[in-house]
């Protein structure tokens, strides 16, 4: 890989650590405020709206200048909104800028990678951006879970500078001010992304335009035979994995009788196994043969079941572990795959705003109803039953579509050989 790839990937490890620290610093936020605890799985709402919403104009923003410029500027905007929650803003608002910061970001940092390296190289790029994501989530979470730990808490802010007043009084500032501090590593990192000899598009001044090409290439892409199964999939993928975060939390804290704290560091644990199995996608799947991998996905979802009956530590640790390694396994190659058709189709910032909001819509959605269960009492053992179910069934039905557009294709060249001879 050339060097400036790892520049790439260690201004997305540090936006990425920061971003899941400033979640479970929300959390803890929002428990010292009293709030409802179905506010929880709203953070993730939050933060994903702007995805959504903003999708018909970011693609067309990424590709409209450097990507480094791009990312340096979003970048901001997510310092702006960790700078809001310090200030005592509501968490469920600061935490939408951080979002929408993370919404103009998404699209520069996986879109530079089409234009920064060859096909050959995307599943390995995407095993390593992945890979560093989760390990960042790992980091994040456990950076998070330790900030908030009366102990650890307690000596930081007894730590005092000579001549200095920082106005740090309390937990959630501390915490928040070191988070601050990535993302500030995040935006040096930023500066030194070299640039690619891609030609940019200006950007559009009319809206009602963006929004017409943001829904050309959304279409373009689910018609696409490869794009179509490729998006079901991460879009899937997503979803699910945003509301397994909140899940994993309160299964740990029924199942397991842990804390905040500790149960936050059981989100690391997954990240732990979705790197794993990223690594191996990485060194043995091919772009040619990613759709083979999509049966792990139906597999993934059969194992979560297995989560109602655990009440160990010793044996839900390597449980999630097998979880986390299953998605990371059959994600990446859908991801590269789906980056390599847009790519061709659209150009990359378009395609990966494509992405991000089918992939949000589907996080929306899927935190939504988890927040209505909250709200409705429901027992985490059922959530996890209706979940696992739903995942298995899910990928199963992409994998028919799969097997449905296979067959036309043979169909047609079948046909088409008939007519030759």
């Known amino acids: 890989m050339p060097f400036g790839f790892y520049i790439i990937m260690a201004a997305q490890f540090f936006s990425a650590l920061a ?139 007894a730590f005092d500078f000579p001549l200095l007043d920082t106005g740090i009084d309390t937990v959630g500032e501390m915490a928040i001010s070191i988070v601050g501090i990535l993302y500030v590593l995040a935006a040096i990192f930023n500066l030194y992304i070299p640039e690619t000899d891609v030609d940019h598009k200006p950007l559009k001044k009319n809206p009602w335009y963006l929004i017409h090409e943001f829904n050309h290439c959304l279409m373009l892409l689910w018609r696409d035979k490869l794009g179509q199964v490729s998006l079901a999939v991460t879009t899937l993928f997503w979803g699910a994995g945003a509301t397994l975060q909140f899940i994993v939390i309160k299964w740990a804290e029924v199942a397991l009788r842990l804390d905040l704290s500790k149960s936050s560091m059981l989100q690391g644990v997954v990240a732990i196994g979705v790197a794993i199995g990223a690594v191996f996608a990485a060194r043995f799947i091919t772009l040619r043969r990613s759709v083979k991998v999509i049966p792990l996905g139906i597999a993934m979802g059969i194992i979560v079941l297995v989560m109602n009956f655990v009440h160990d530590m010793a044996i839900a640790v390597p449980l999630l572990i097998i979880i986390g390694g299953l998605s990371g396994f059959f994600v990446v190659p859908m991801n590269a795959l789906l980056q390599h058709r847009g790519h061709i189709l659209m150009g990359a910032g378009h395609s990966i705003a494509v992405q991000n909001f089918n992939e949000n819509l589907s996080i929306l959605m899927m935190t939504g109803l988890y927040y209505l269960m909250v709200r409705m009492d429901v027992s985490i053992y059922i959530v996890v039953t209706l979940f696992g179910l739903f995942v298995s069934s899910a990928m199963y039905l992409v994998r028919e579509r799969h097997r449905n557009n296979q067959r036309q294709y043979d169909d047609v060249a079948h046909l088409d050989d008939s007519r030759g001879h």
């Open 19 to 157: 971003d899941n620290a400033l979640l479970i610093a929300a959390i803890a936020a929002l428990r010292e405020l009293k709030a409802p605890a179905e506010y929880e799985p709203l953070l993730k709402t939050f933060f994903t709206v702007s995805y959504v919403v903003l999708a018909a104009f970011v693609g067309a923003f990424a590709d409209s200048m450097p990507k480094w410029r791009v990312m340096f500027i979003s970048n901001t905007i997510k310092i702006l909104g960790c700078g809001m929650m310090f200030f005592a803003v509501h968490p469920l608002l600061a935490y939408a800028v951080v979002g929408l910061g993370a919404a103009a970001y998404s699209p520069a940092k996986y879109g530079i990678l089409t234009e920064y390296l060859p096909p050959r190289l995307l599943v390995v790029a995407n095993g390593w951006i992945e890979g560093l994501t989760v390990g960042a989530i790992i980091l994040g979470v456990v950076i998070g879970g330790t900030l908030i730990k009366p102990d650890i808490s307690s000596t930081l802010l």
